[in-house]
């Protein structure tokens, strides 16, 4: 399934899921049984998947609508961040080409310790906006950069998890750019912490939110096999797979929940693909973004997120 957050006609900000060429809204057509927010519903997912199941079965039984309650066609709804309000946001760095592109333009090589551990920061989980919404980056930057990243949302409480074990804690997948100030991150990390200034005034995430169960025809061992692009007013610049990443989610879940506790919804970004910015490609391939700018990330099997530089 594809999960969404929308804003519906009347401006409401309501939750469900595509259901052919419609959305739906969950709470409307279980007569109020599922929730309005899909945070709620991933957080009580085990109790409501029934309830899903029987309202997805009524709507195959009967047929669907665009002009019965709760059914909207796409142009009359605006698409928001799956999870607008995720408990929290760690983004690992697992793609072993872009960490020795990036760290290559400063004179760098890949650190040994990168190839023991998976590593990640935390970034603002209030700071996270949906597909179309506008990019306002720092006034005091001037380096404006996009991320191309996947991300899974996870879908039950756990501590200590195993890698091998971590897939039953995944709810679903999207498509997340992480972007980035890099004149300031360069700031802040020469003093030896961050990039949390960096980084912390936009996170994209969208268009909506994929069950795990739709990519399970893309799996690749521990990883997925699909194809990742980047472009900038339409021009292809980044193009990557994931099945190049260093780490998997299941390792990336195992080392975040090390003697930790992970909650239903929280975000974890799987870092850049190599190419998948501008700051591996160089001024001399693109400058920095700029105000009017699009970027568009696309995935396979997650769909398009395209943002406009404020």
């Given at each position: 399934?594809?999960?969404?957050?929308?804003r519906n006609p009347h401006g409401?900000?309501?939750?469900?899921?595509?259901?052919?060429?419609?959305?739906?809204?969950?709470?409307?057509?279980?007569?109020?049984?599922?929730?309005?927010?899909?945070?709620?519903?991933?957080?009580?997912?085990?109790?409501?998947?029934?309830?899903?199941?029987?309202?997805?079965?009524?709507?195959?039984?009967?047929?669907?609508?665009?002009?019965?309650?709760?059914?909207?066609?796409?142009?009359?709804?605006?698409?928001?961040?799956?999870?607008?309000?995720?408990?929290?946001?760690?983004?690992?760095?697992?793609?072993?080409?872009?960490?020795?592109?990036?760290?290559?333009?400063r004179g760098l090589s890949v650190?040994?310790?990168?190839?023991?551990?998976?590593?990640?920061?935390?970034?603002?989980?209030?700071?996270?906006?949906?597909?179309?919404?506008?990019?306002?980056?720092?006034?005091?930057?001037?380096?404006?950069?996009?991320?191309?990243?996947?991300?899974?949302?996870?879908?039950?409480?756990?501590?200590?998890?195993?890698?091998?074990?971590?897939?039953?804690?995944?709810?679903?997948?999207?498509?997340?750019?992480?972007?980035?100030?890099?004149?300031?991150?360069?700031?802040?990390?020469?003093?030896?912490?961050?990039?949390?200034?960096?980084?912390?005034?936009?996170?994209?995430?969208?268009?909506?939110?994929?069950?795990?169960?739709?990519?399970?025809?893309y799996r690749s061992g521990n990883?997925?096999?699909?194809?990742?692009?980047?472009?900038?007013?339409?021009?292809?610049?980044?193009?990557?797979?994931?099945?190049?990443?260093?780490?998997?989610?299941?390792?990336?879940?195992?080392?975040?929940?090390?003697?930790?506790?992970?909650?239903?919804?929280?975000?974890?970004?799987?870092?850049?693909?190599?190419?998948?910015?501008?700051?591996?490609?160089?001024?001399?391939?693109?400058?920095?973004?700029?105000?009017?700018?699009?970027?568009?990330?696309?995935?396979?099997?997650?769909?398009?997120?395209?943002?406009?530089?404020?």
């Amino acid at each position: 399934m594809k999960y969404v957050t929308f804003r519906n006609p009347h401006g409401e900000i309501r939750a469900g899921w595509i259901e052919g060429s419609h959305i739906v809204d969950m709470h409307v057509l279980s007569g109020g049984t599922l929730p309005d927010n899909l945070l709620q519903l991933v957080q009580e997912h085990e109790a409501l998947s029934a309830t899903v199941q029987k309202v997805r079965q009524a709507i195959a039984d009967k047929g669907i609508s665009a002009h019965a309650a709760g059914v909207y066609d796409p142009d009359q709804i605006t698409l928001m961040a799956p999870i607008p309000n995720p408990p929290s946001f760690r983004d690992f760095f697992v793609f072993e080409e872009h960490v020795r592109n990036a760290r290559k333009r400063r004179g760098l090589s890949v650190p040994e310790e990168w190839y023991n551990i998976p590593v990640y920061y935390f970034s603002n989980h209030h700071a996270i906006i949906g597909p179309n919404e506008k990019v306002e980056f720092p006034s005091k930057s001037k380096e404006w950069d996009y991320e191309l990243e996947m991300a899974c949302v996870i879908g039950k409480k756990g501590r200590n998890i195993p890698a091998d074990e971590a897939e039953d804690y995944i709810f679903g997948y999207c498509i997340l750019n992480d972007w980035s100030a890099r004149d300031l991150q360069r700031q802040e990390m020469s003093v030896g912490l961050g990039p949390a200034k960096g980084k912390d005034f936009a996170t994209s995430i969208g268009p909506y939110l994929v069950t795990k169960d739709e990519l399970a025809p893309y799996r690749s061992g521990n990883l997925f096999n699909l194809e990742m692009t980047a472009t900038v007013n339409g021009r292809l610049l980044s193009k990557g797979n994931f099945n190049t990443a260093h780490y998997s989610f299941g390792q990336m879940i195992e080392r975040a929940s090390d003697t930790a506790t992970l909650h239903p919804g929280d975000l974890i970004g799987s870092g850049t693909v190599g190419t998948g910015c501008l700051l591996e490609l160089g001024t001399e391939v693109h400058p920095w973004l700029k105000s009017g700018d699009k970027v568009t990330l696309r995935i396979t099997g997650l769909g398009v997120l395209e943002n406009e530089v404020k």
